[in-house]
């Protein structure tokens, strides 16, 4: 079974200029987070979703970061503009549910802002 | 909001040591997760506990749940070269239902 995906694995841009990342989680996970983390520190919540849902999109910095889940599968996170502080590896992760714990990560999305 | 704090943030063993990392809720947690992330990869599930008081072992490791579930902590014991990466505790809980990464502990063990 294939795991969670995410593209681009890498991605370098100059600061006030657009970015997205892409995410397909495993198929059947109604849940799909997009997590921020930067280097030495935890992942952190940016959005949740449930099915095509935002359920919770309090750290989502609204002014420059937007994501969408269409049709409740993949998802996408975009950054416009991005700043130099954006700089950060971004992670989208599944579940079957929010509650039923397990949270399988994609390999992530290595941002770098120059 | 809901904080979780783990210690400590990075530990150097000599390979056949035992290490252990802790972590502390700032509120009561309906359950725990643990991750390891090896270096330059991606956060992999370990174990979930849920019980107070809970013990799970996973071979040479040992995870506790405090009797509070306000705490908890992962041993290793005679560490190897393939435990290397951080080692991240998730909590659960709080008035949104959140789950709250740590801060994570950086293992490395000299062969």
């Known amino acids: 079974e294939a795991g969670v995906v995410q593209s681009p694995r890498y991605k370098i841009i100059e600061k006030k200029q657009p970015v997205a990342f892409w995410c397909n989680p495993i198929?059947?996970?109604?849940?799909l987070y997009w997590y921020l983390q930067n280097l030495g520190q935890g992942p952190e919540l940016l959005i949740r979703?449930?099915?095509?849902?935002?359920?919770?999109d309090s750290q989502l910095p609204k002014d420059r970061f937007s994501a969408e889940r269409l049709k409740g599968v993949d998802s996408t996170l975009k950054i416009q503009p991005a700043e130099l502080g954006d700089s950060a590896v971004y992670l989208c992760a599944s579940s079957l549910s929010h509650n039923t714990g397990e949270l399988f990560f994609g390999e992530g999305s290595r941002l770098t802002v120059l | 909001g809901q904080q979780v704090m783990q210690i400590p943030q990075y530990q150097h063993v000599q390979e056949g040591e035992d290490f252990t990392t802790y972590c502390n809720s700032s509120t009561t947690l309906s359950n725990i997760q643990w991750y390891k992330q090896r270096p330059g990869g991606h956060p992999v599930f370990l174990i979930q506990l849920v019980k107070s008081g809970e013990v799970k072992k996973q071979k040479r490791l040992t995870f506790q749940f405090g009797e509070a579930k306000k705490n908890s902590s992962l041993h290793i014991t005679a560490t190897q070269t393939t435990d290397v990466g951080t080692y991240f505790c998730?909590?659960?809980?709080?008035?949104?239902?959140?789950?709250?990464f740590g801060k994570g502990t950086l293992l490395t063990v000299n062969p």
């Open positions: 979703y449930e099915n095509e849902e935002a359920v919770d």
């Open positions: 198929s059947g996970h109604n849940t």
């Open positions: 998730a909590g659960f809980g709080g008035s949104n239902y959140k789950l709250t």
